[in-house]
């Protein structure tokens, strides 16, 4: 029975896939799209005082958007961060409230980080669809079923930068030119540690990428193209 319920699992998981998460909505998890031709530039961890603004400097000087999925205790920690967010154009998604490892924890438990980051982001002024990033791309079976109670879409990637562990620019900056392809979502870090790496690498890997023909889009843009 075990086995049955999990191979019906991989099923519902592998179509949904497939279909782009059309089919199957109660899981509601965002698949890239490879067939569109644009990026997706995406911030987990924030918002930091310090790295936060640099990313954004960057951002600004070379004219893109991106989708910063933040901590809820972070965000009430650096309220003008996410204001300057919002006033830059970029856009704001939940990451959970306490960067929580979501597998084995209660579904109340899970709810309410998501609902309490929520609330607060509505507070300091996000308007719109507010996607879920889940941390550690940790969410098995409960998580997208508390996702799709609360009405919202989880937000994967397909080009993880690895920025967390690399020790230089160029290890980051190879393994998104490496992994790039069209309808990427990319993942950088700007909070919870010393992101300095990050920040330096995203200014080597923005420039190159416009170069080689990419183009950056909003999150909620990408996701209205599907
Ligand atoms: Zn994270």
């Given at each position: 029975m075990f086995i049955k319920s999990i191979l019906f699992i991989i099923l519902i998981l592998i179509v949904e896939y497939f279909t782009l998460g059309k089919i199957f909505w109660f899981t509601q998890i965002f698949f890239f799209n490879p067939k569109s031709k644009k990026l997706v530039l995406t911030f987990d961890d924030g918002p930091h005082p310090k790295f936060t603004e640099e990313v954004m400097g960057i951002l600004k000087k070379y004219k893109i958007k991106a989708?910063?999925?933040?901590?809820?205790?972070?965000?009430?920690?650096?309220?003008?961060?996410?204001?300057?967010?919002?006033?830059?154009?970029?856009?704001?998604?939940?990451?959970?409230?306490?960067?929580?490892?979501?597998?084995?924890?209660?579904?109340?438990?899970?709810?309410?980080?998501?609902?309490?980051?929520?609330?607060?982001?509505?507070?300091?002024?996000?308007?719109?669809?507010?996607?879920?990033?889940?941390?550690?791309?940790?969410?098995?079976?409960?998580?997208?079923?508390v996702v799709a109670k609360l009405k919202k879409k989880m937000v994967l990637w397909n080009i993880p930068t690895k920025d967390y562990k690399a020790k230089s620019v160029e290890e980051i900056s190879k393994r998104v030119f490496d992994k790039c392809t069209n309808g990427g979502i990319i993942v950088m870090h700007d909070g919870r540690a010393d992101r300095t790496l990050s920040v330096k690498a995203l200014d080597k890997i923005v420039p190159e990428l416009l170069e080689k023909g990419y183009e950056f889009t909003l999150l909620s843009e990408y996701l209205n193209y599907q």
């Open positions: 989708a910063f999925f933040v901590c809820g205790k972070e965000s009430e920690e650096n309220p003008e961060i996410i204001r300057k967010l919002i006033a830059d154009g970029h856009e704001i998604g939940n990451h959970s409230w306490n960067h929580l490892k979501m597998i084995f924890k209660s579904p109340k438990r899970i709810e309410q980080e998501i609902v309490q980051t929520d609330n607060l982001l509505r507070k300091l002024g996000v308007k719109g669809k507010i996607y879920f990033r889940p941390p550690f791309m940790r969410f098995l079976f409960i998580t997208p079923i």
